[in-house]
């Protein structure tokens, strides 16, 4: 099989059987960090349970798992849009550190942002610079209404410059860092069979970089993974992007972070129904120093858990995931 065909079989259409694993497929699609897929599920004939999987967490990136948490929130906000699409409405709730998601029969329906979710994808690229217009903005930012979280969308030229100043200053905080280096190096995939071996982590091609076997690859990383290449290139992708949005929790903990997964699933989601592209710059949040700077900007305090640019640019390819029966477990 080649990598395209593996990418493009987990994305095939949604079926109505077997639901649970269909639902878990279209679930799995989420965005998540370094694309761990940090998650279970447990399924029954009304509920499937999302659960945190503690042993593909990122203890340099994310010590108190707050990327983790947004993605099992991605990942509740995907099988929720996917069972309206099956005929089935579900009710999803937090308990302790699992999304519950109930599911009972309804009509079924379709929405543009359900459709999206086997075209989604983080597109790292430059996009070509243009703004978008006022309704665009409207929908993007309608997308990520969600309680207890708030979205401040940045659209002016000098305020997406801001932005990357932070990034900037965050990813160089990274850069020197060799934990965080060490730990990124696990999760980058630099060939089709590096990535298709563990069906997860950032393949190279994912990124707009060239493939390469990994034996080559790995001992000339720190030649091309500088802190100067790499600021240059944020600088230049977020500078081409029409705008920024920021998501911010009103508190720190994982009901609030699932709910800012919920959110951001859904922004991506309607970026690309609208036929936009987004990608994640979330450096500045993960950097808890950065993070307090960039918290005094205009976001009265609260701490800010996500940062998506969006605009126009070509597709780059799919990343890959886990079969749904490596991450289906029994309901005892
Ligand atoms: C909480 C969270 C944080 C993320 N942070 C970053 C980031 O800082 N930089 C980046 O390029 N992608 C980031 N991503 C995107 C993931 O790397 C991406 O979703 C994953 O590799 C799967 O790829 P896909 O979104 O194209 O399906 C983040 C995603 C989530 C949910």
């Given amino acids: ?78 099988l929720v849009l996917a069972a309206s699409m099956l005929g089935l409405k579900a009710n999803a709730i937090v308990e302790s550190d699992e999304v519950v998601i109930d599911l009972e029969a309804a009509p079924a329906s379709s929405s543009p942002l359900a459709e999206a979710i086997a075209v989604r994808q983080s597109t790292r690229t430059i996009y070509d610079g243009k703004p978008v217009s006022p309704e665009t903005l409207r929908l993007l930012e309608s997308a990520c209404r969600e309680p207890g979280v708030s979205t401040i969308m940045i659209s002016d030229r000098a305020g997406i410059l801001d932005v990357a100043d932070y990034v900037v200053q965050a990813n160089s905080a990274q850069m020197r860092d060799k934990a965080f280096i060490d730990e990124l190096r696990r999760w980058l995939r630099f060939s089709e069979a590096d990535a298709m071996a563990k069906m997860d982590g950032l393949f190279s091609r994912c990124s707009g970089n060239p493939a390469l076997p990994a034996w080559i690859a790995r001992p000339l990383l720190s030649f091309f993974l500088t802190q100067e290449a790499e600021n240059k290139k944020y600088r230049e992708q977020i500078a081409s992007s029409a705008g920024v949005v920021v998501l911010a929790s ?83």
């Fill in 1 to 78: 099989m080649t990598y395209e065909e593996a990418a493009g079989i987990i994305r095939a259409p949604l079926r109505s059987t077997p639901r649970n694993r269909e639902l878990v497929r279209f679930a799995s699609l989420a965005a998540n960090s370094h694309n761990m897929q940090p998650w279970t599920f447990t399924a029954s004939a009304d509920r499937i349970v999302i659960a945190p999987d503690f042993t593909r967490r990122c203890s340099v990136v994310d010590p108190d798992d707050h990327h983790l948490f947004v993605s099992l929130g991605c990942a509740a906000e995907n």
């Fill in 250 to 332: 009103d508190a720190g903990d994982k009901a609030y972070w699932i709910a800012v997964g919920r959110a951001c699933q859904r922004f991506g989601l309607q970026a690309t129904a609208l036929g936009l592209k987004y990608a994640f710059v979330n450096q500045s949040v993960e950097v808890p120093a950065i993070r307090s700077q960039f918290a005094s900007l205009d976001l009265g305090g609260r701490r800010p858990d996500i940062i998506m640019r969006f605009g126009t640019g070509p597709a780059l390819p799919n990343s890959l995931r886990r079969a749904p029966e490596q991450v289906m477990r029994e309901m005892s």
